[in-house]
């Protein structure tokens, strides 16, 4: 007789095989299970498609509004004027950033999301309260989502004195990777930016996650000295390029050529549909070796006051944007938000595998292409083999 944590029984894997999933240790013990297997509890999925937890690769948990009765958007629609109206409204709000954070990250749990990548401004008005804050709700989260952080300079680098060291000080309290943000458009000194956080990122032994708004040729002349920077120091895997608008602003040559030398440098891409700007050639750059993987960016913030952080509805969207409408290529869309971006937040055990970690979550879906473009409910959301999610409502601790 074999002992399990958890069984899953009449499951259907995304190739379409129906079986059992036993789960032991937090991890996938078995796929196909003993007629004899016993375990603590047992969840019939009655034929629900199983899927692994999704990845959230680009988020600000710090801005987040969720928890608080509506807003209206105080910015103008200019990145400065947004990046001002954080500094007025985020300090007075009656909800701490820790709140706002595992309000938003509880939210995006239930939707099935098991890993985020989170951005966190630091700055010289905030200093650090808003990593302790996001740090607090990371640990209070710990056993639901995991959270990796992104020191984030929003504000700038070289244009505010005093943020590099403010980031190298979020280094060592527990940032997870160096951030930076339009070296020509906020800094105008995209040397003294790149080289500053690069060096950090050395220093530390960190890889980095950069914002790049930038357009046309302005934004690729920052892609390339990444790559540059990102090959001279043997950083290849470890370097993001989030959002990369520039790329859909290009000639297709260039596009081209670009997507070749990000491939070269290990240079990733991340991104969230884009809005109103020039969306980035997605498959170009998977076609030639780029990872490209997904987030949600701004869930109802003071950015933006669209979005409830669904993984499978931004999928969703993206696929529209990029035109992509046939089943195999609405499976590639998925792995923004599965394999792909737990390759960009190194998360080497995931996956519907035995030995993974045991990261699940199950739909009634006929398959993944329904899964994104209806964006089907999520039924069980589990988390290192614990039930964390039931019926679309957050049911961790």
């Known amino acids: 007789m074999t002992g399990f944590d958890t069984l899953l029984t009449n499951g259907v894997l995304p190739d379409g095989r129906r079986t059992d999933i036993a789960l032991a240790g937090g991890r996938i013990a078995a796929i196909g299970v003993p007629a004899d297997a016993v375990a603590r509890e047992s969840f019939d999925l009655h034929g629900d498609l199983v899927l692994p937890g999704l990845v959230d690769g680009h988020m600000h948990l710090d801005k987040t509004l969720v928890g608080l009765p509506w807003l209206p958007h105080p910015a103008a629609p200019f990145r ?19 709140a706002r954070a595992v309000n938003l990250a509880r939210q995006c749990v239930a939707h099935g999301t098991a890993h985020i990548r989170t ?6 008005e905030g200093k650090l309260t808003k990593l302790e804050g996001v740090l607090a709700a990371r640990e209070k989260l710990a056993g639901s989502v995991t959270i990796q952080i992104v020191a984030f300079p929003q504000s700038g680098v070289m244009r505010c004195p005093g943020v590099l060291d403010l980031l190298d000080a979020a280094m060592r309290s527990g940032a997870d990777l160096v951030g930076g943000i339009d070296p020509l458009e906020i800094d105008r000194d995209p040397k003294g930016q790149l080289d500053g956080i690069f060096a950090l990122a050395e220093k530390h032994g960190r890889g ?7 357009p046309g040729e302005m934004g ?18 470890k370097v993001t390029i989030s959002h990369g608008f520039c790329l859909g602003g290009i000639a297709e040559s260039k596009q081209q050529a670009t997507a070749e030398l990000m491939a070269r440098a290990g240079v990733m891409l991340v991104t969230h549909g884009a809005g109103s700007a020039t969306f980035p050639p997605i498959m170009l750059l998977r076609r030639a070796g780029v990872t490209v993987f997904a987030g949600n960016d701004d869930v109802r913030d003071t950015w ?18 990029a035109d992509l409408r046939h089943d195999p290529l609405i499976h590639e869309v998925f792995e923004l938000g599965s394999s792909a971006g737990a390759r960009a937040l190194g998360r080497g055990d995931y996956g519907l ?25 999520r039924r069980l959301v589990f988390h290192g083999g614990k039930l964390v999610a039931r019926d679309g409502a957050y049911c961790g601790t």
């Open 80 to 98: 400065m004027s947004r990046i001002e109206a954080d500094k007025r409204v985020l300090p007075g709000l009656p909800l701490s950033t820790e």
């Open 119 to 124: 951005h966190v401004d630091i700055d010289l």
């Open 208 to 214: 980095l996650d950069i914002h790049l708004h930038e």
């Open 220 to 237: 690729l002349f920052n892609v390339q000295e990444i790559c540059a920077r990102s090959l001279a120091l043997g950083l290849q895997g």
């Open 304 to 321: 933006s006051p669209y979005g409830n952080g669904d993984m499978l509805e931004r999928l969703s969207f993206i696929g529209w944007r």
């Open 353 to 377: 595998a035995i030995g993974c970690a045991a990261d699940l979550v199950t739909s009634p879906a006929s398959g993944i292409p329904e899964a994104v473009g209806a964006h089907a409910p």
